[in-house]
């Protein structure tokens, strides 16, 4: 009943906003923004909302080709829309604060009509819309990279996300062809009428789709160089709120639309060779890159990788898994993608403040952060440990699911060998992104500083109030994780139609308890660093133990040093180095810095893109501007014409 | 109320026993190299003396350095609580094997960060290295853990483990099991910095790991770290002991129970450090590019507890 006047309040202030930002005045930017606050401000309220008068849902009354537009707000995407609205609402008002975020009022209006499709994409009801407001997403997102002079990584992402989008409709196209309507919540169990060779084409078109905007191999070429190009706040909602809405439209195609069912086993095997490989990846390419973004370019891909490979496991659990631990598994992946945008999204913030702050973008000429912005500092540990999953913070909740869901699957049929390996990639790509983060903390705010100036002034106190409030979010939700599974797993019975098993749920609460975990820690912290208060005496400070030579900014262990180890571990899998550069800039000391190839771009992409080249001109030589020759092609054509006509 | 008192007690127990087993380690080393070595409450004196002493620290090292000591500790005072000891049921159910794999992760990572607060180059050194062997022994603990779980269907409460494999009596000697605590002793030797892992009882630079990221730790800070440790071994050793072999672990609360489960969990720790004393004086450290070799065996042999327990 009050359905529509919600939506209304959500949906105006932030299509008004968009207008606003385009009108050149003074204002435009502090307007429109703050409008589009006020709509991710309702959009926080979707789930409270929709727990105090259940489903929303509302059709637009006006027809289109393919039936009216309608939206449905259900358990699932309300959870979602409420997550992603905070992050949003806490982007944008860092974006706000910021000094190195565009000025100009058509990035705010750019970010409003991004918050429009983002949550529209999540809450759509029929095809139309669905596939309009994803198109919305990749475009507003592209519009909203473009700076200076990264046109080429920009191009790149919109060409890949379009061929993406491409296969995602092609999908949508070939469901229809078997659904009776266009309303996607009558979609369930449509499986059962596409047979299994339909559904498994629809399901790969879905993965690889989607996989295009979440990074799965090999389409993750754009991710690095956009994300280190693109505009901080770009790159902070580009990988969390468009991530969030890719997960749960492909979670509802393929579980609540498609249904799996039990013959997929093999595409199931497929699926999970695949993300499995792009987490691995991902993982270690982290390990070796030397600008901050960079590196949390290739955790989003481990971290949607690991999504990913929970929905795969959902489908090969499908095979004789009770369904109790397909929604565990399938629960472990959609936790995992909301704490991913509150916890990527906050350390997007800090690097962007970190490189506002030094004016550099590379890891290598940072450090010593910590020492000039404690409270900052604190904010970026929270995140850092909660990317590391390290109890008691949301990420650990996340991955302690999927490792539990996985070892719960021991025993069935079909996957005896699968599992371990599941886990054995959980464990090795896990590790692999914590090293890279305790690179990526160690090397930025800890050890002597290495930039000649920094201006920490540059970071204000009301920038960090975004941040106090994710770093809050993180820690919530690993206390209460096991209640929000418990919501997600009514959700995921919901929206999927499997039964929901409280035998499961039941289980997990007795098997994880965050609040006793993170208590009984911080309570023994707390209680003997108390007590070493109490009878301590001051500490002394002296010089870092140096063997009598005074240690300068560049003597210590380099960031490039820290991962040599690893690199050399498992060095059949990197590149060639492909620049190793020296900087000649002071007589007295030289800086050599180097940069990996990525295998993928210079096998794969680079090759392709000379044969095309090479085709192009092979093509091109028939165009030679020569009249009689196009004369000799139009009489070809119609030979040929006359050929077919004969025959068929 | 019960829940976190005798857990709490467990604790105690254990921070109050590990220095002794480090110092009957230092013992049995020194008695098989032919010297006499300093006596088994060395480590008490040792501990005691750091606790006592005042802190000096790096002025370049920023708060996160004079924490990090504590959260170490609390996180093994966390670990000690969860895994059984004497009595199966007092470990603290609070997350099972998963999590704990996971609190040492934290242990692990505040150690690295603090190597590398103070920009000192050794500890930076330690730090990397760390984390390269991290990476390796991750998988194979994981599945090691899994394995054990996959003996006792599915379970990974610790306090149920050892109920579990009791009641199975000796069909539970499978290879499974003893393919898992191998691969998990492995891992008990790379995680606590053993030979042939790393060199505890050198300074040199070119050798050390662990002493590396400690190395500018001093007074209260250093006591702690050594004291995490110990109990960083002792509680491998206990799960080792008391999950993978879980014979003479106290089901229930009976003063006999309990003096068997004392007695027994004791001798498993003596043996499991007597076995640490002999490996140390009869290896050498591995050069650090041969300990993948020796990780990869230990993943390896917990792969084959996982198949081995499906197919035989």
Same mark, same amino acid.
């Given at each position: 009943?009050?359905?529509e006047l919600?939506?209304?309040?959500?949906?105006?202030?932030?299509?008004?906003?968009?207008?606003v930002?385009?009108?050149?005045?003074?204002?435009?930017?502090?307007?429109?923004?703050?409008?589009c606050?006020?709509?991710?401000?309702?959009?926080?309220?979707?789930?409270?909302?929709?727990?105090y008068?259940?489903?929303?849902?509302?059709?637009?009354?006006?027809?289109?080709?393919?039936?009216?537009?309608?939206?449905?707000?259900d358990?699932?995407?309300?959870i979602v829309?409420?997550?992603?609205?905070?992050?949003?609402?806490?982007?944008?008002?860092?974006?706000?604060?910021?000094?190195?975020?565009?000025r100009?009022?058509?990035?705010?209006?750019?970010?409003?009509?991004?918050?429009?499709a983002?949550v529209?994409?999540?809450?759509?009801?029929?095809?139309?819309?669905?596939?309009?407001?994803?198109?919305?997403?990749t475009?507003?997102?592209f519009?909203?990279?473009?700076?200076?002079k990264?046109?080429?990584?920009?191009?790149?992402?919109?060409?890949?996300?379009?061929?993406?989008?491409?296969?995602?409709?092609?999908?949508?196209?070939?469901?229809?062809?078997?659904?009776?309507?266009?309303?996607?919540?009558?979609?369930?169990?449509?499986?059962?009428?596409?047979?299994?060779?339909?559904?498994?084409?629809?399901?790969?078109?879905?993965?690889?789709?989607?996989?295009?905007k979440?990074?799965?191999?090999?389409?993750?070429?754009?991710?690095?160089?956009?994300?280190?190009?693109?505009?901080?706040?770009?790159?902070?909602?580009?990988?969390?709120?468009?991530?969030n809405?890719?997960?749960?439209?492909?979670?509802?195609?393929?579980?609540g639309?498609?249904?799996?069912?039990?013959?997929?086993?093999?595409?199931?095997?497929?699926?999970?060779?695949?993300?499995?490989?792009?987490?691995?990846?991902?993982?270690?390419?982290?390990l070796?890159?030397?600008?901050?973004?960079?590196?949390?370019?290739?955790?989003?891909?481990?971290?949607?990788?690991?999504?990913?490979?929970?929905?795969?496991?959902?489908?090969?659990?499908?095979?004789?898994?009770?369904?109790?631990?397909?929604?565990?598994?399938?629960?472990?992946?959609?936790?995992?993608?909301?704490?991913?945008?509150?916890?990527?999204?906050?350390?997007?913030?800090?690097?962007?403040? $970190?490189?506002?702050?030094?004016?550099?973008?590379?890891i290598?000429?940072?450090?010593?952060?910590?020492?000039?912005?404690?409270?900052?500092?604190?904010?970026?540990?929270?995140?850092?440990?909660?990317?590391?999953?390290?109890?008691?913070?949301?990420?650990?909740?996340?991955?302690?699911?999927?490792v539990?869901?996985m070892?719960?699957?021991e025993g069935?049929?079909?996957?005896?060998?699968?599992?371990?390996?599941g886990?054995?990639?959980?464990?090795?790509?896990?590790?692999?992104?914590?090293?890279?983060?305790?690179?990526?903390y160690?090397?930025?705010?800890?050890?002597?500083?290495?930039?000649?100036?920094?201006?920490?002034?540059?970071?204000g106190?009301?920038?960090l109030?975004p941040?106090?409030l994710?770093?809050?979010?993180?820690?919530?939700m690993?206390?209460?994780?096991?209640?929000?599974?418990d919501?997600?797993?009514?959700?995921?019975?919901?929206?999927?139609?499997?039964p929901?098993?409280d035998?499961?749920?039941?289980?997990?609460?007795?098997?994880?308890?965050?609040?006793?975990?993170?208590?009984?820690l911080?309570?023994?912290?707390f209680?003997?660093?108390?007590?070493?208060?109490l009878?301590?005496?001051? $500490?002394?400070?002296?010089?870092?133990?140096?063997?009598?030579?005074?240690?300068?900014?560049?003597?210590?262990?380099?960031?490039?040093?820290?991962?040599?180890?690893?690199?050399?571990?498992?060095?059949?899998?990197?590149?060639?180095?492909?620049?190793?550069s020296?900087?000649?800039?002071s007589?007295?000391?030289?800086?050599?810095?180097?940069?990996?190839?990525?295998?993928?771009?210079?096998?794969?992409?680079?090759?392709?893109g000379?044969?095309?080249?090479?085709?192009?001109?092979?093509?091109?030589?028939?165009?030679?501007?020569?009249i009689?020759?196009?004369?000799?092609?139009?009489?070809?054509?119609?030979?040929?014409?006359?050929?077919a006509?004969?025959?068929? | 109320?019960?829940?976190?008192i005798?857990?709490?007690?467990?604790?105690?127990l254990?921070?109050?026993?590990?220095?002794?087993?480090?110092?009957?380690?230092?013992k049995?080393?020194?008695?098989?190299?032919?010297?006499?070595?300093?006596?088994?409450?060395?480590?008490?004196?040792?501990?005691?003396?750091?606790?006592?002493?005042?802190?000096?620290?790096?002025?370049?090292?920023?708060?996160?350095?004079?924490?990090?000591?504590?959260?170490?500790?609390?996180?093994m005072?966390?670990l000690?609580?969860?895994?059984?000891?004497?009595?199966?049921?007092?470990?603290?159910p609070?997350?099972?094997?998963?999590?704990?794999?996971?609190i040492?992760?934290?242990?692990?990572?505040?150690?690295?960060?603090?190597g590398?607060?103070?920009?000192?180059?050794?500890?930076g050194?330690?730090?990397?290295?760390?984390?390269?062997?991290?990476?390796?022994?991750?998988?194979?603990?994981?599945?090691?853990?899994?394995?054990?779980?996959?003996?006792?269907?599915?379970?990974?409460?610790?306090?149920?483990?050892?109920?579990?494999?009791?009641?199975?009596?000796?069909?539970?000697?499978?290879?499974?099991l003893?393919?898992?605590?191998?691969?998990?002793?492995?891992?008990?030797?790379?995680?606590?910095?053993r030979?042939?892992?790393?060199?505890?009882?050198?300074?040199?630079?070119?050798t050390?790991?662990?002493?590396?990221?400690?190395?500018e730790?001093?007074?209260?800070?250093?006591?702690?770290?050594?004291?995490?440790?110990?109990?960083?071994?002792?509680?491998?050793?206990s799960?080792?002991?008391?999950?993978?072999?879980?014979?003479?672990?106290?089901?229930?609360?009976?003063?006999?129970?309990?003096?068997?489960?004392?007695?027994a969990?004791?001798l498993?720790?003596?043996?499991?450090?007597?076995?640490?004393?002999?490996?140390?004086?009869?290896?050498?450290?591995?050069r650090?590019?041969?300990l993948?070799?020796?990780?990869?065996?230990?993943?390896?042999?917990?792969?084959?507890?996982?198949?081995?327990?499906?197919?035989?």
């Amino acid at each position: 009943m009050y359905d529509e006047l919600y939506l209304c309040l959500m949906f105006i202030p932030a299509i008004f906003g968009a207008a606003v930002g385009m009108v050149p005045f003074k204002y435009a930017r502090c307007a429109s923004a703050s409008l589009c606050g006020w709509s991710a401000l309702m959009g926080i309220l979707a789930y409270p909302l929709f727990l105090y008068g259940g489903n929303i849902s509302y059709t637009f009354p006006i027809p289109s080709a393919w039936g009216p537009y309608s939206v449905l707000m259900d358990e699932l995407s309300s959870i979602v829309i409420s997550v992603s609205s905070i992050v949003f609402l806490a982007v944008l008002a860092h974006m706000l604060r910021s000094a190195s975020a565009p000025r100009s009022g058509k990035y705010a209006s750019l970010a409003c009509v991004l918050y429009i499709a983002c949550v529209t994409a999540m809450c759509a009801d029929t095809v139309l819309l669905i596939l309009m407001a994803w198109e919305t997403v990749t475009l507003a997102t592209f519009l909203m990279s473009l700076r200076g002079k990264n046109g080429a990584a920009a191009w790149k992402f919109f060409v890949i996300a379009h061929i993406g989008g491409l296969m995602v409709i092609c999908s949508f196209l070939v469901m229809m062809s078997y659904a009776d309507g266009q309303t996607l919540s009558s979609w369930s169990g449509l499986g059962a009428v596409m047979g299994v060779p339909a559904s498994c084409g629809a399901i790969i078109l879905l993965f690889v789709g989607f996989g295009a905007k979440l990074g799965l191999i090999p389409f993750h070429a754009w991710m690095p160089d956009l994300y280190s190009s693109a505009p901080t706040h770009t790159s902070a909602l580009m990988s969390t709120v468009s991530s969030n809405a890719a997960v749960l439209i492909l979670f509802k195609s393929v579980f609540g639309y498609i249904g799996a069912s039990e013959e997929m086993y093999v595409l199931a095997a497929v699926l999970m060779a695949a993300s499995a490989f792009t987490a691995i990846w991902g993982a270690l390419e982290s390990l070796v890159q030397t600008e901050p973004k960079r590196i949390l370019a290739y955790s989003s891909m481990e971290n949607m990788a690991l999504v990913l490979l929970c929905f795969s496991l959902g489908i090969l659990f499908s095979n004789g898994g009770s369904s109790g631990l397909i929604t565990m598994v399938l629960v472990a992946g959609l936790f995992h993608t909301v704490n991913h945008s509150v916890f990527k999204s906050l350390i997007m913030l800090t690097v962007g403040s $970190a490189e506002d702050c030094t004016g550099e973008t590379a890891i290598e000429r940072m450090g010593g952060l910590a020492k000039l912005m404690p409270a900052f500092s604190i904010v970026s540990l929270i995140a850092i440990l909660s990317m590391a999953a390290v109890p008691p913070f949301n990420g650990f909740a996340g991955e302690w699911l999927m490792v539990q869901s996985m070892m719960g699957g021991e025993g069935l049929h079909m996957t005896e060998i699968i599992l371990p390996l599941g886990v054995a990639v959980l464990g090795i790509s896990g590790m692999m992104a914590a090293v890279s983060y305790a690179r990526l903390y160690g090397f930025m705010f800890l050890g002597r500083p290495r930039a000649k100036r920094y201006v920490p002034e540059k970071v204000g106190a009301s920038a960090l109030a975004p941040m106090v409030l994710l770093a809050a979010l993180c820690f919530a939700m690993g206390i209460f994780a096991t209640d929000i599974m418990d919501r997600l797993a009514r959700g995921v019975g919901a929206a999927s139609g499997i039964p929901s098993d409280d035998l499961y749920t039941a289980h997990l609460a007795e098997t994880l308890n965050v609040p006793m975990l993170g208590g009984i820690l911080l309570a023994a912290v707390f209680a003997v660093y108390g007590l070493g208060r109490l009878f301590g005496k001051k $500490a002394a400070r002296s010089p870092t133990w140096d063997c009598g030579t005074p240690l300068n900014e560049d003597m210590q262990y380099s960031s490039v040093g820290f991962s040599q180890p690893l690199v050399r571990v498992f060095h059949p899998l990197y590149g060639d180095v492909i620049e190793l550069s020296d900087d000649d800039s002071s007589k007295d000391c030289k800086r050599y810095s180097i940069r990996f190839a990525e295998p993928f771009v210079e096998r794969l992409y680079v090759p392709l893109g000379n044969l095309l080249m090479k085709g192009a001109r092979y093509v091109g030589r028939t165009q030679n501007g020569n009249i009689q020759s196009y004369f000799g092609y139009i009489l070809i054509v119609l030979v040929a014409l006359l050929v077919a006509v004969r025959f068929a | 109320m019960t829940c976190a008192i005798l857990p709490l007690a467990q604790a105690i127990l254990m921070i109050a026993l590990s220095p002794l087993f480090a110092g009957i380690l230092k013992k049995a080393k020194a008695r098989m190299q032919h010297r006499v070595g300093s006596g088994v409450f060395q480590p008490y004196r040792d501990i005691a003396k750091l606790l006592r002493k005042n802190e000096t620290v790096s002025e370049d090292a920023s708060w996160l350095f004079r924490f990090i000591p504590y959260v170490c500790f609390g996180s093994m005072v966390l670990l000690s609580m969860m895994t059984p000891f004497i009595l199966a049921d007092v470990a603290a159910p609070y997350g099972g094997l998963i999590s704990m794999v996971y609190i040492f992760t934290l242990y692990r990572f505040m150690m690295v960060l603090g190597g590398l607060e103070g920009g000192s180059v050794f500890g930076g050194m330690g730090s990397s290295r760390e984390m390269m062997m991290s990476v390796l022994i991750e998988p194979a603990l994981l599945l090691s853990l899994m394995a054990l779980a996959g003996l006792t269907g599915g379970s990974t409460v610790t306090s149920d483990i050892p109920r579990t494999l009791i009641d199975m009596g000796v069909i539970v000697l499978a290879p499974a099991l003893v393919l898992a605590a191998s691969s998990f002793f492995i891992t008990l030797l790379a995680e606590n910095a053993r030979v042939p892992f790393d060199n505890p009882s050198t300074h040199l630079e070119l050798t050390m790991v662990h002493e590396g990221m400690l190395i500018e730790y001093s007074g209260r800070g250093l006591g702690l770290m050594e004291l995490s440790s110990m109990m960083r071994i002792m509680i491998f050793a206990s799960m080792l002991g008391a999950l993978f072999f879980p014979w003479g672990v106290a089901l229930t609360s009976s003063p006999a129970d309990l003096a068997v489960g004392l007695a027994a969990i004791l001798l498993k720790i003596l043996t499991i450090t007597l076995a640490i004393a002999v490996i140390e004086s009869y290896l050498a450290k591995y050069r650090l590019f041969r300990l993948p070799n020796l990780l990869t065996a230990s993943f390896a042999l917990s792969l084959l507890a996982m198949i081995s327990l499906y197919i035989l």
